[in-house]
């Protein structure tokens, strides 16, 4: 199985920044499509970011221009960076990793726990 631990949330205020983290860890073979979702009380979850395994992103229209996903291959991690953030930005946010476990096996999808970012006054 694959593992994935997420760090960095926080309260902050708005117009202030975040980073978040994502680390995979466990029986991994290779990893393709990291993603960051969100979801706000009361709302269905939502993609935030993807990145590619060749680094390709991709950004949900709401965050385009203020939040930079990126990937760190050696390391199995990819980060969020997250400015100018507004009190709508209040989520919890999840890491997906589609991967392999071996040579053999299918891509399946894996979820971290989740951290929780408030921006608020």
């Known amino acids: 199985q694959v593992q994935l631990v997420e760090s960095g949330g926080g309260l902050v205020q708005p117009g202030e920044s975040l980073r978040l983290s994502c680390a995979a860890s466990?029986?991994?073979?290779?990893?393709?499509?990291m993603a960051w979702y969100r979801q706000a009380p009361g709302k269905q979850r939502e993609l935030v970011a993807s990145i590619t395994g060749g680094g390709k992103e991709n950004y949900s229209p709401s965050v385009e221009g203020r939040f930079t996903i990126s990937r760190n291959n050696a390391k199995n991690s990819i980060f969020l960076q997250m400015d100018s953030l507004k009190p709508e930005d209040t989520a919890v946010y999840s890491c997906?990793?589609?991967?392999?476990?071996?040579?053999?096996?299918?891509?399946?999808?894996?979820w971290g726990q989740g951290t929780q970012v408030t921006v608020s006054s």
């Open positions: 466990g029986s991994i073979f290779r990893i393709g499509t």
């Open positions: 997906k990793a589609a991967a392999k476990t071996d040579m053999w096996a299918e891509p399946e999808d894996f």
